[in-house]
């Protein structure tokens, strides 16, 4: 019994006067900014990633269907080499 009213008081002094933990609003406003700046980059990083797998498997494709095309004699060797050409072209970066 006479621990109960020291942790009544001690329950108390956490939330008193807009101190949570030790924390003033202001730094739990800043914590949560900075947790959110941080889950942001992230995901960016991680979307950019599959953004970029993405657009390489839809050339590996473009590049497939090409070779198909060759094989089955429904292009010619230039206009392979000319669009094979092309497509690699458009896959590199700026």
């Known amino acids: 019994m006479i621990w109960f009213p020291m942790l009544a008081q001690a329950a108390e002094v956490w939330h008193r006067r ?7 609003w202001g730094w739990w406003l800043f914590w949560v900014v900075v ?3 941080v889950g942001w980059a992230f ?4 979307a950019d990633r599959l953004e970029t ?10 590049e ?4 198909e095309r060759f094989a089955r ?3 010619d060797e ?7 050409k092309a497509l690699q072209a458009s896959r590199r970066p700026a």
């Not at 497939?64 to 070779?67: G, K, S």
């Open 18 to 24: 807009g101190l949570y933990w030790g924390m003033h």
């Open 35 to 37: 947790l959110l700046i």
């Open 43 to 46: 995901w960016r990083l991680f």
């Open 53 to 62: 797998r993405k657009e390489a498997q839809e050339a590996m494709r473009a």
């Open 64 to 67: 497939e269907a090409l070779r």
């Open 73 to 75: 004699g429904d292009i």
């Open 78 to 84: 230039e206009e392979f080499a000319l669009k094979l």
